[in-house]
Nanobody, 122 residues
């Protein structure tokens, strides 16, 4: 029913910026919370950012606070993650996900995209 497709990843140098997109189908952006997670090989999936109902509230993990910004565009039915001043430790596959309530736990999200790779070189 709900499909999420992430795009915008790539290979960048430390200090560069990237903007990830999550195209949503089967669900209206703003109708429910959306989150961004990331996962490096062999590592646990890590919460990155969350945006609440109609984009009214946002929340970020401490390691990206001040550098990353989550937003949504109702006309495009898309959720974005603007990533600035990227660091090598930001390297991971980034996933968008949908939930029905605020949560930073991956297990509380029922719909996931396929992920997009972000690689930050020094």
């Amino acid at each position: 029913q709900v499909q999420l497709v992430e795009t915008g990843g790539g290979l960048v140098q430390a200090g560069d910026s990237l903007k990830l997109s999550c195209a949503v189908s089967g669900r209206t952006v703003g109708s429910a919370p959306m989150g961004w997670f990331r996962q490096a090989p062999g590592k646990e999936r890590e919460f990155v950012a969350w945006i609440g109902w109609k984009g009214e509230m946002t929340y970020y993990t401490d390691s990206v606070k001040g550098r990353f910004h989550i937003s949504e565009d109702s006309a495009e039915n898309t959720v974005y993650l603007q990533m600035n001043n990227l660091k090598t430790e930001d390297t991971a596959v980034y996933y968008c996900a949908a939930s029905d309530r605020f949560s930073i736990a991956a297990g509380d999200y029922n719909f996931w995209g396929q992920g997009t790779q972000v690689t930050v070189s020094s």
